[in-house]
């Protein structure tokens, strides 16, 4: 069964980078059918789509986030990780990693449990 | 960007009722709009994709129709574990967006 949990260092400072892994379970992070994204919740609001990987580095990224984001894949350790530099404020939010099966078929399933990481001094 | 808006934001509704969500996007999106439920605390689950499939496991009273810019979720007859947040999110361009959320709750 395909898990994928989310881990990180926990509260970051301001204009300091934030730093998430996703390690992938029950599935390889190189099947070639699906890429690897990020998806964050604000307390209390919606969803936003951060940016998604293929295996092979390829990367997709919201133009919101893009200068700040890197998202990148570890094929060793059937990984994918996220960089967020310059956090402020308004990037406390829950961290999601989820599989997307790519193309027109770009939804998320399934997802990880999510990380909360909030943006304080 | 292509804006997803749901209506309603929040809705009230008894057990067994039927409840019908709706989302528009700001530009044709043929039928490339998928549905999630969020509980509290949890991460969403994907219910159903490409406006219609419903997924493995999830109940046959959820329904998805739609094509082009107006897509409907239904639930056919609510039950108790169906009161949660629902999404609508469109997978036809990059960058992909989500709806604001509909919030189910106990009438």
Redesign the interface.
Known sequence: QLQLQESGPGPVKPSETLSLICTVSGDSISNNNYYWGWVRQPPGKGLEWIGSVYHSGSTFYNPSLKSRVIISVDTSKNQFSLKVTSVTAADTAVYFCARLPGGFQNWFDPWGQGTLVTVSS | ?IQMTQSPSSLSAFVGDRVTITCRASQTI?N?L?W?QQKTG?????LI??ASTL?SGVPSRFSGSGSGTDFTLTIGSLQPEDFATY?C?Q??I????????TKVEIK
């Open positions: 960007d043929n490339f998928n999630y949890k991460a969403p689950k994907l994709s490409a997924q999404y999110q997978s036809y990059t960058p992909l967006t989500f709806g604001g959320g």
